[in-house]
């Protein structure tokens, strides 16, 4: 695939984004695109591998490796590079309902796993994915297709997240009539109100992709809460044939330490939903870190996200901290070639801190302790301590306290970005659907299916809080077992 001496030939190279100090000045997204001729270059490098890894979507050592919803990552690299477009199109949504999505929000376990990155950097499949699809959209190529027959089977997905989104393309491209309830104001989930717009635009392209799939015949239902006054649970198990629950992990983790109930304290994801409604001109009331000294607790893309947000609301000063230690700057012995590779990374949130501020934002192996607040009961500071991981007497990497390395540090405004504990409850129990032990709804990987006939499961409230493109893989999956269900077989893939 691409051009047979190509990675011996040509760099990798990655567009420039836009500088630091000029996208802080508002909320538009940063990336840019490499011209055509430079992009053919990158899809060059795509050698003939033989065994290409970066589409098995697998799971090594607890990650992603390769990706997920497996795209035909050689084909389309090598139209590119013969200047197919049209055709690279076609090949990247035989797998992929949404490559803006992912070619803006994913980490890319493609890249990980690239043959190529085992011994020079990776093809650069991410950029190459993202100018296909946008391409497609600015060409007029990618128009609506509706199914051209109806099976008379009715499915309510109840989330409008990746994954609900997924499920719903695929059962409505089988023929059913899809209808997507959202509790929230718009669908998109967390495309639309967990990631800042600077990352993933919500107008032009979350908004233009939930538009298409209405033209294609999807029903968006917002504003309403299955389970609750709005939408009994009664009711929807009579109108519909078929359910699949997408409602994500949205139970955040806490940190329940002295002085947690202080004002100033809040989760990272009321901060960045608040925001995103603001810059969408839904409220204008939101979470401020303008004039403050802002503590992000935990690192991850919502961490990120929360550094950059703060930036541009004019913060004080910045600082994260990660109770993890900093990742080598290349692969450790112990990380081998094609598993994720845990190396230490700039994203765009610490790049632009470290434009305003000289230096990154995050403070490693360190932890928090108390909240310490003022008279009026507002958080003034936090105080912390670095720690060290060791085994414990199970054998478990634990966090210990390293004595004499306390600070104490002022804080107007704590974000709490520790990740998410699992789906709320109330839905999984009204319709009795089982779950496990970490709460999340039991249903096998691969069958989707919960206790409840006719009821099955997708993404984070299935498998826990992980990446995007993996709740696309579980809604696809779904749609194919729920249409398999309703019909007796399936064509869906």
């Known amino acids: 695939m691409g051009k047979p001496t190509g990675f011996m030939e040509y760099l990798r190279e990655l567009p420039a984004d836009r500088e630091p100090q000029e996208r802080l000045k508002d909320w538009n997204e940063f990336h840019l695109h490499l011209p055509e001729e430079k992009l053919r270059i990158q899809g060059a490098r795509c050698m003939d591998c033989g065994i290409p890894f970066c589409h098995t979507g697998k799971l090594v050592s607890g990650m992603a490796c390769g990706c997920p919803v497996n795209n035909l990552i050689p084909e389309f690299n090598d139209l590119v590079y013969r200047g197919l477009w049209k055709q690279a199109l076609a090949r990247l949504l035989k797998t992929n309902n949404f490559p803006e999505f992912t070619g803006r929000v994913c980490?890319?376990?493609?890249?990980?796993?690239?043959?190529?990155?085992?011994?020079?950097?990776?093809?650069?499949?991410?950029?190459?994915?993202?100018?296909?699809?946008?391409?497609?959209?600015?060409?007029?190529?990618?128009?609506?297709?509706?199914?051209q027959l109806r099976t008379g089977k009715k499915v309510a997905v109840v989330g409008s997240g990746p994954a609900g989104l997924a499920a719903a393309a695929q059962l409505n491209k089988a023929g059913h009539q899809v209808t997507v309830f959202e509790r929230a104001s718009q669908p998109g989930g967390l495309l639309m109100f967990g990631i800042p717009n600077m990352k993933l635009d919500k107008k032009?392209?979350?908004?233009?992709?939930?538009?298409?799939?209405?033209?294609?015949?999807?029903?968006?239902?917002?504003?309403?809460?299955?389970g609750g006054s709005d939408y009994p649970v009664e009711k929807l198990k009579g109108e519909f044939d078929a359910v699949v629950m997408a409602t994500g992990a949205t139970v955040p983790r806490d940190l329940p330490i002295e002085g947690r109930p202080l004002n100033g304290i809040h989760f990272a994801m009321d901060f960045l939903t608040a925001n995103t409604k603001s810059v969408l001109g839904e409220t204008t009331e939101f979470i401020s870190a303008e004039g403050k000294n802002v503590i992000i607790i935990g690192g991850g893309d919502t961490g990120t996200d929360c550094v950059g947000t703060s930036l541009r609301h004019g913060c004080t000063s910045v600082t994260q901290l990660e109770i993890m230690p900093r990742f080598p700057d290349t692969r450790a012995e112990d990380n081998p070639w094609p598993e994720w590779p845990k190396t230490h990374k700039v994203d765009y949130g610490q790049e632009e801190a470290a434009a305003k501020y000289g230096s990154d934002p995050r403070v490693f192996l360190t932890t928090a302790t108390k909240f310490e607040g003022d008279a009026c009961g507002n958080v003034k500071a936090v105080h912390t301590v670095e720690v060290k991981w060791e085994r414990n007497a199970q054998g478990q990497f634990v966090p210990s306290q390293v004595p004499g390395t306390e600070q104490v540090r002022p804080a107007d405004l704590v974000l709490l970005a520790m990740g998410f504990l699992g789906p709320e409850g109330e839905l999984p129990q009204a319709l009795g659907v089982q779950q496990d032990g970490r709460s999340n709804i039991k249903a096998e990987y691969g069958k989707y299916a919960t206790n409840i006939p006719g009821v099955f499961a997708a993404g984070d409230c299935r498998r826990g809080q992980s990446l995007v493109v993996w709740a696309f893989n579980e809604g696809r999956g779904a749609a194919r077992e729920c249409d398999r269900f309703l019909m007796g077989e399936t064509e869906l893939p």
């Not at 190459?128 to 128009?143: A, L």
């Not at 992709?209 to 504003?223: S, Y």
């Open 107 to 147: 980490p890319a376990p493609c890249e990980g796993s690239c043959t190529l990155g085992a011994t020079e950097p990776a093809v650069t499949i991410k950029n190459i994915e993202v100018s296909i699809i946008d391409r497609g959209w600015e060409e007029g190529w990618i128009v609506p297709n509706p199914p």
């Open 204 to 226: 032009d392209v979350v908004l233009r992709r939930i538009r298409l799939m209405e033209q294609e015949g999807i029903a968006f239902v917002c504003n309403t809460a299955i």
